[in-house]
């Protein structure tokens, strides 16, 4: 159940390097091009960002495109349905408690949590209802942790940041160029930098977890980042 089978309409913000492969496929879908190829997800956010400003869009919804399913709570599980079905759920729950950033949470641990509607002060990623009024940027040093940045600045300016436990996403998390190892080592990499700079922005909210397999061995605090939301 894709965009194009729900009727909904949409924009594709793609690299020059991918517009004609897009363009085959979405023929009749409005597409924008980027001035430049691999600048990095952060870059192609902020840019999605500052167009929806200058096209005085109060709120827009951020979409990567290798989430492949869309889903919502139903009599204590979780049923695949349209796209629009899933969205109009993040964006009630926004409505009602005036979040600035909202999101669907990951099918996996939505399954988890449905007996908890909705989360507040937590990470935002990969399908996002953002606000374009909050005055908050992405910060274009991060090369894979952007939305956890962007989520964490929401929260310490004293904007409400919701998850939605009830509307849920499936995400391709196997695709990238250049052979499979050569991405998770890139990964492993960009993961570490990040998790550097997290910790030099927020210090307190990151710390080192001999557990943790992402971002150089650090964790965010989130369950600390949910009391400050609270405040």
């Known amino acids: 159940m894709h965009f194009l089978e729900d009727g909904a309409q949409f924009t594709l913000v793609v690299e020059p390097q991918d517009e004609d492969a897009y363009r085959h496929v979405y023929s009749s879908v409005p597409i924008i091009v980027l001035p430049e190829d691999s600048r990095g997800v952060a870059h192609t956010r902020q840019l999605i960002l500052e167009y929806a400003r200058e096209n005085s869009i109060e709120r827009y919804w951020q979409i990567d495109d290798n989430i492949t399913a869309f889903f919502a709570h139903s009599r204590g599980k979780l049923v695949q349905v349209y796209p629009t079905t899933a969205l109009r759920i993040v964006e009630d729950e926004a409505q009602h408690l005036d979040a600035s950033i909202a999101a669907p949470n990951f099918e996996q641990r939505a399954f988890r949590l449905t007996d908890q509607p909705v989360q507040v002060g937590t990470r935002c990623v990969c399908c996002v209802l953002t606000s374009t009024n909050t005055g908050i940027d992405y910060d274009e040093r991060f090369l894979c942790s952007e939305d956890a940045d962007f989520s964490v600045a929401h929260i ?49 909210f990151v710390r080192h977890s001999t557990s943790a397999r992402h971002l150089g061995g650090r964790v965010v605090l989130w369950s600390k980042l949910r009391e400050v939301s609270q405040r």
């Open 156 to 204: 310490f300016a004293g904007f409400t940041v919701a998850l939605c436990n009830h509307s849920a996403f499936r995400k391709n998390t196997m695709g990238g160029r250049g052979g499979l190892s050569s991405v998770l080592s890139s990964r492993e990499k960009a993961g570490k930098q990040d998790g550097e700079l997290l910790e030099q922005k927020w210090p307190g």
